[in-house]
């Protein structure tokens, strides 16, 4: 069994910024890579970034600069901190980690950007 709880949503003004953590429990020895996806009102779970055990990340386009993706294996929490937020970043953020060919994922966090 796998455990995966999202932390840090809110509600940010645009050019803001903030960090969401997702800590991993249960049989996580082999999981990898982990990352985040997002998914706005009305429109499919996109991927925004991965990292793998070995620190490789990968980024979606539209926040590539803006956001980053880290990882604290001893603690089994992956962050993801986003910079420079726009309304169009709104949506729910989902932790998600892969152990072969099965997908985990959290429970999700609201991240609002609106003035």
């Known amino acids: 069994q796998v455990q995966l709880v999202e932390s840090g949503g809110g509600l940010v003004q645009p050019g803001g910024s903030l960090r969401l953590s997702c800590a991993a429990s249960?049989?996580?020895?082999?999981?990898?890579?982990m990352g985040w996806y997002r998914q706005a009102p009305g429109k499919q779970r996109e991927l925004v970034a991965t990292i793998t055990s070995g620190g490789s990340t990968n980024y979606a386009e539209s926040v590539k600069g803006r956001f980053t993706i880290s990882r604290n294996s001893a603690k089994n929490t992956v962050y993801l901190q986003m910079n420079s937020l726009k309304p169009e970043d709104t949506a729910v953020y989902y932790c998600?980690?892969?152990?072969?060919?099965?997908?985990?994922w959290g429970q999700g966090t609201q991240v609002t950007v609106s003035s």
């Open positions: 998600n980690g892969k152990i072969f060919s099965n997908n985990y």
């Open positions: 249960g049989s996580i020895f082999n999981i990898n890579p």
